[in-house]
């Protein structure tokens, strides 16, 4: 089942085309070095300075951070050298200054100045509400001179009537029908875009960030908070996934999908373990029981469908009942990330409320605990964290 992908430049199936633009950055970095003796040299060189980098950060990280060590891990974690940024969903406003500017300054410049390679993915919907007008006029070519996008895919998702290889509107992911289809569909078309990289390239990631195209962050991922995460995540054979815990009136098993940190067998679970959920079509009501009796216990929003007379739960608490049924562990962040509405734009592309030059704390990654497991709320994490948290007003979906 699911979609067929139809060579680089279409992805096909059904009534929808999706178009894929891959503008591969690393393909003219990466050609080998022309001219004299002394070129080549300072390309070697370059090259040798950006290895010392990561392990010289990977050795701050274990100095500082007992926990690197004390994971109860088997071996000594892998030191991170590859992220996927991923950019999915209804574009909005994403071609703001103040929005794409603070997604490369938070996610992309800390890492790729350890010497980690961070190339962007971006699966985006032209049909974008509370933002800019994208089928007028296509990104801003700040964002391509910025972000320089590995891939740019764009297509346009009905969620009200999705095509049927995508969500059986008849049922869908747990009974509960096609509410939330449209993210999962452009993270999936970004997955693919970053397995072909990975298949060109004959190496996988070592993480997939997965984030809205109109999300910032207060904090920025800096290279030691990487390593601690993979010192997490060397605890957890099928992956973890961090994210911030708090959605839909629970403590800790619904999370936010605004901003996610994916070690790489995660974000298949993630991805495309939810994407084959909305595509069920049989079960459906032994589903629903399912995922409402799971999610009961843990105090999860459960309310009455709007058309129809069966209990239901918010989007983020059956995209983790995926997540967890795959056996992919679910671990706190705080990154304290913000949606941009257009109502926070100042006349410059500005975000009003942020202030770019603010010095950002590092991204918090939860640690398991003495039982070797992640469970802290969100209040729990801030303790740990004992940092401030910078001004920027949070905001829902």
């Not at 920025?220 to 601690?228: E, G, N, Q, R, V």
């Amino acid at each position: 089942g699911g979609r067929s992908f139809a060579g680089e430049g279409q992805i096909v199936k059904g009534p929808h085309v999706v178009r894929v633009d891959e503008t591969s950055r690393d393909s003219r970095r990466r050609e080998a070095p022309t001219g004299g003796p002394a070129q080549v040299a300072r390309s070697s060189m370059a090259r040798a300075s950006s290895t010392l980098l990561v392990a010289a950060a990977s050795l701050r990280a274990l100095a500082k951070d007992p926990a690197v060590w004390a994971s109860g891990a088997s071996a000594a974690p892998h030191v991170p050298t590859r992220v996927a940024l991923c950019l999915a969903g209804q574009a909005r406003t994403f071609n703001a200054s103040g929005v794409h500017e603070n997604i490369y300054e938070t996610m992309v410049a800390p890492l790729r100045g350890a010497g980690v390679a961070v190339d962007v993915f971006l699966a985006l919907d032209r049909e974008s509400r509370k933002g800019f007008d994208y089928k007028a006029r296509p990104l801003a070519p700040a964002v391509r001179r910025l972000l320089q996008p590995a891939s740019v895919v764009w297509h346009t998702i009905d969620q009200a009537s999705p095509p049927a290889d995508l969500c059986a509107s008849d049922c869908g992911a747990y009974g509960l029908g096609c509410k939330g289809v449209s993210q999962t569909a452009h993270q999936t078309a970004c997955l693919g875009s970053i397995k072909r990289r990975e298949k060109r390239e004959g190496r996988p990631y070592d993480w997939v960030l997965l984030a809205r195209p109109d999300a910032i962050l207060a904090r920025a991922l800096a290279f030691d908070s990487l390593a601690t995460a993979a010192a997490t995540a060397a605890s957890f054979p099928k992956g973890v996934v961090f994210a911030r815990p708090g959605r839909c009136q629970t403590a800790t098993y619904c999370r936010s999908d605004t901003w996610v940190l994916a070690s790489r067998p995660a974000a298949d679970a993630y991805v495309l373990a939810h994407a084959e959920e909305f595509r069920r079509t049989t079960s459906c009501a032994a589903a629903r029981r399912e995922i409402v009796d799971a999610l009961a216990p843990e105090g999860a929003k459960v309310h009455v469908h709007k058309e129809e007379a069966y209990a239901t739960v918010c989007v983020e608490c059956k995209l983790y009942h995926t997540v967890r049924r795959a056996g992919v562990a679910v671990c706190g962040a705080i990154a304290d990330d913000a949606i941009v509405r257009q109502n926070r734009l100042a006349a410059d592309g500005g975000v009003e409320g942020v202030d770019p030059l603010a010095r950002r704390p590092p991204v918090f990654f939860e640690a398991p605990g003495a039982d070797g497991r992640c469970g802290a709320n969100e209040s729990e994490l801030l303790a740990m964290a004992q940092t401030m948290r910078p001004a920027v007003r949070a905001s829902n979906r």
